[in-house]
């Protein structure tokens, strides 16, 4: 990587306390810029307007603080970037690979018991491409109508453009990615103007991050994205998947797990330092965090 500035980001979503997963996340984008001389920025995905809360945004920062996490360059806020999502939507209608999908979450669970297909496990229920198939005019109408819709990409389209292209993860090697994999993603819908697969490409691009590491959670996601990359011609970062800490039970550790919040820990007595060494113990020991 020598000659390449590296420039990594920490992006987590301020919809609940930081937990010592997050501290995981935040450790893993600052070491890997740390060892190349390069950059970890710092992107808050806000972009669920309905989950988040001030207090948690200013907690997020107090405890990254705390920790003495530092990070690199401007702050970047995605609920201040709707505009922006917009004309990259803008840009996928006009090429013709979005189509607006009128389908309830209900019916889509329905279409897909019908055909016998469970839920994948990462990326959940893939869209069996009912709206796909709608004339435009008759899109148009229902549209005209006020009927409520999303926005879904259409993949084999985006096969058809940018084929199976490859994008290269630091632990795993080189993959392919199949685009029509994991089904029409939605991109935008009315309480969600622009979605996570949709935001988190166009601000990697945006802010030149050339070493995307986060959970091995989002490894499947990844080919979602290397295709939105392709079809809007932005750079492909190298990615870094890393294993989750999990609980004694095996269950990935989450938002919801309060006792493993930073806040929460800081407030039953550790210290950075003491919180550091416990995580190396956990990463040691499996990623069992069992405190
Ligand atoms: N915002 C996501 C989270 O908090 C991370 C997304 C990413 O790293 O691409 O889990």
Redo the contacts with the bound molecule.
């Keep these: 990587m020598r000659g390449i500035p590296v420039i990594t980001r920490f ?3 301020p919809s609940g306390p930081l937990h010592v997963g997050h501290l995981l996340a935040a450790l893993r984008a600052r070491q890997l810029a740390d060892a190349h001389g390069g950059q970890c920025l710092l992107r808050v ?1 806000d972009i669920d307007t309905r989950a988040q809360h001030p207090e948690m945004l200013e907690l997020m920062h107090a405890d990254l603080a705390w920790l003495g996490l530092h990070f690199d360059g401007e702050v970047m806020v995605q609920s201040r970037r709707f505009g922006v999502y917009n004309s990259w939507l803008k840009k996928l209608r006009d090429m013709g690979v979005l189509y607006p999908c009128f389908c309830s979450r209900g019916e889509i669970k329905a279409q897909l018991a019908e055909m016998g297909r469970a839920p994948h496990a990462t990326l959940g229920y893939q869209y069996p491409g009912t709206c796909r198939s709608l004339s435009p005019n008759e899109a148009a109408e229902r549209i005209a109508s006020g009927m409520p819709h999303a926005w879904r990409l259409n993949m084999q389209r985006v096969q058809d453009i940018i084929g199976c292209p490859q994008w290269h993860d630091l632990r795993r090697g080189t993959q392919r990615c199949v685009p029509t994999a994991f089904g029409d993603v939605v991109l935008a819908r009315r309480e969600f103007p622009a979605s ?1 697969h949709l935001c ?1 490409v166009v601000d990697d691009a945006e802010q030149g991050v050339t070493h ?1 590491t ?2 091995e959670d ?1 490894f499947d996601a990844t080919h979602i994205h290397r295709a939105i990359q392709g079809v809007l011609g932005l750079p492909v970062p190298a990615y870094c998947h890393h294993s989750l800490l999990r609980d004694n039970a095996g269950k990935r550790l989450a938002k919801r797990d309060g006792a493993r919040s930073i806040a929460s820990l800081r407030a039953a007595g550790y210290t950075p330092e003491l919180l550091r060494e416990s995580l190396q113990k956990a990463l040691g020991n499996g990623g069992i965090w069992n405190i």
Excluded: F, I, T
Aim: charged fraction near 20%; glycine fraction near 10%; charge should be neutral.
């Design positions: 992006a987590p979503s995905e996570y988190v995307v986060r959970g989002l």
